[in-house]
């Protein structure tokens, strides 16, 4: 097999690579145009002759093009997150929507055996049901979540109209190493940790009782793999999550509590715009038709991430300057 994963560079992406590139059978073009995504992310396959890391801007058609050739299964996690999307929804509509546009007719062109989209629980907005199972209606309060959105619709249509064998795969909150923590591109966890490690205050936006669904890295990423060799979900949707509610409030304690040296206090500003309220997933399916079973509970996540931080080369005060660098809401 040869696979594509575009993102490949990013926080999920390069983890994906790393499953992937234990099956001693698999070819991995890593793909991507290095705007968030890091070469160091995937550096650690840097000897391996079956991993290349080739830098493409998915919305250059013609490149998209000519990098699907020989690929029969692709991974497409490219993405412009959600902050870019409040600045810039233009560029954030080009790069989600069309540039997904782009890989799906070149992997019809090459008839390619599989195409796992990578979409997001943000394209259902803020729960209006909970747990939210697959039929729950899609609302995005986001640009970003409206072109996540779309690029989900292309790819289904393209199991429709030409048989593309197309799997759609909604991730919840994903956290774990490697997870942005500067600027805009910043998550919660990650900021959490680094402001603690610095005695910083961790800033909730409105007042905490807003709920995700974190759910670890390694869950996400075996979600992803079991997702893309699933015949039963061609042309399918599936949620991948810890299948668990946790409140912006006590994710900042939980933080607090794995750093209990931490004099780190808990400040609360202004709701963002188009934040979503409340994310729970029923993970009811991808149980049944993955068997998938998420490992990794809330607070042993934020405890591996921190052991990660550690053993990784690290700078607190450093890692704040570019936690508060370019910070737009
Ligand atoms: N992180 C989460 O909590 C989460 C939750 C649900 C779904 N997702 C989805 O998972 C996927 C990966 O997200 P992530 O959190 O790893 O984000 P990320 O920003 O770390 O990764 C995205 C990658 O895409 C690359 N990229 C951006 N524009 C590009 C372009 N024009 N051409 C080529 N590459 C480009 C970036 O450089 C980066 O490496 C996305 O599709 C996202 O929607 C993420």
Redesign the pocket.
Known sequence: MKILV????????SNLVDALAERETDEIIV???????KRENVAQHASNPRVRVAE????NKDAVRAIMRGVDAVYH?????VRVSIRDPYLVHD?NAT?TLHLLTAALDENIKRFVY?????VYGTATRVPMDEEHPPAPTTPYGAS?LAGEVYARSFFLTYGLPVTVV??????GPR??FEGP?G?VIPKFVVRALNDAPLVIFGDGTQTRDFTEVSDTVRGLCMAGECDALVGDVVNIARGQEVSVRTLAQIVLDTLPESKSVIEHQAPRPGDVLRHYADITKARRALGFEPRIAIREGVKRYVDWLRRSEFDPRAMLRQEKLRNWE
């Not at 793909?31 to 995504?37: H, K, L």
């Not at 996690?77 to 997150?81: I, Y």
């Open positions: 575009t993102g490949g560079a990013g926080f999920i992406g793909a991507d145009d290095f705007s968030s995504g493409l801007d998915i919305r996690l490219a993405v412009q997150c790069v540039g990578c979409s997001s629980s943000e996540k909604r991730p919840f909150n994903t956290y997870e942005h591109y998550e």
